[in-house]
């Protein structure tokens, strides 16, 4: 970790940081020198991906963390202050995806997507409020996706989840505005994660997005000064929505 990285000092919050766009996430803030707490369900991945930060000389914290529990990301983000004493990002990057048509499902399915992919996301930003409002300072970067912009049939469930976070984040963004909190909403096109494994009919793997890429923009995103607030960014593989 480089002693003068852009995020010294900082601390920053990863939900879904064991693998795919979060861990890329984790990695790329700890390598700015922020100190990383690491939130997801899988312990070992959260484990090693800390140990790897560690061992560059990071400060890094694997929390164990269902985030659509609100109890655990509350118990998460009070963990993170009593190790860290405050926190400077939070990124929602936790999340799932499944797809298929309307039709085809029940009321029910749906529940799941909603719980991870929206509800959630609106829970962990609500839980690092207060210290980020205390501090005047803070970054939240929400994961949402380009189908939250682009129709595409099969996806209507991961779209409402999607769409919806892009809609909460705009309204943060304006509640938080005067407290001097950024909100901003990182919207990707198809990223080559674990995510895509058991999906079938997956688009040409090698034409998407590497998780590197996105962590490159939430890296920019949580590094400009505090005088600038990058509040919607849409990443798209160079060869076109997949
Ligand atoms: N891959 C893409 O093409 C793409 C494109 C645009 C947007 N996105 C969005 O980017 C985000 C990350 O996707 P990804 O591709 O990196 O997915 P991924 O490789 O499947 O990783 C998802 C991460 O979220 C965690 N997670 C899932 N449910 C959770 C829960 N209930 N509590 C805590 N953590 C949970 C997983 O850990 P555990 O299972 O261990 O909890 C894992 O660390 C998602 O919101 C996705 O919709 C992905």
Known sequence: MSAGGALQGQVAIVTGAGRGIGHAIAMALAREAAAVVLAARTRQEL?????AIRESGGRALAIPTDVAQDGAVEAMVEQ????????????????????????????SDWDPLLAVNLRAVMVCCRAVLPMMIRQRRGTIINIASVAAQRPIAGAAVYTATKAGVVGFSRVLAEELRADGVRVGVLVPGAVDTPLWDTIGNAPDRSRMLRPEDVARAAVLIASLPPGASLEELTLLPSGGIL
């Open 80 to 107: 993170a202050i009593a190790e860290f004493g405050r926190v400077d990002v939070l990124v929602t990057a936790a999340g799932a995806a499944s797809f298929g048509p309307v039709m085809g499902t029940k009321p």
């Open 47 to 51: 484990a090693a991906a800390a140990a």
